[in-house]
């Protein structure tokens, strides 16, 4: 039926962007006395769109578009002590522990016995491998891709090389714009599990998905039980 189920691995596997969260609002208290917490957010949220083409995704990159909230906010007025504190936040980030989200431990030990599966997600190497290394899930991944991007060309390079019909490929994921949209494009098999917290550059506009074969789950614990059933009607 599928010879490959991916999964993609922050908030689909282990809690993410609570974190980056979290960072956000050490931030906007580290600049409150220059610029407002709605404002901090904003001129983050445009920091980060411009330069996910400079710096790509992951800690280093936010910590990198941290700084430049905090020059523009304070108008070049940032003290080498307030410097000291953002850079300390990025260090806070790579120490924090993996929170594996629930029932991953038990769906991903199910169905790796089952299948062949992948660990599919974007992001800086060194720290997506340190995460993973810390989750206990690596085992269960037969194969292991970190890629700078997840647009239909990535995955359909990735399917390639692993000589993989897409119709054969399924894609677990809570990012419709990352996981879900992309790999429907090339032909491919998804399925969505929302999580409560979205990055704003990964959302999209339900009308934008509402067109679109994929299937959705509520919990990654009604994933082995729907494998199941999919396979017993293609039957």
Sequence with gaps: MFEIIAFDADDTLWKNEDNYLDVLHKLQHILSRFASPADVETILNEAEHRNVPYY????????LSCLETAVIATKDQLTSKETRKILDLGKYMVDVEVELLDHVQEAIE??????????????????QERKLARSGLA????????VSGKQPENYAAILKRYQIEPSRFLMIGNSLRSDILPVIAIGGQAVHIPHASTWVHERVDPSEAAHHDYHELASIQMLPAW?????HHRH
Excluded: C, N, R, V
């Design 139 to 146: 085992p269960h991944f037969q194969y292991i891709e970190i």
């Design 110 to 127: 199910t169905l790796s016995s089952k299948y062949a599966l992948m660990l599919l997600t974007k992001g800086d190497l060194l720290d």
């Design 56 to 63: 790509g995704y992951g800690i280093k990159s936010y910590i």
């Design 227 to 231: 494998l199941e059933e999919y396979k």
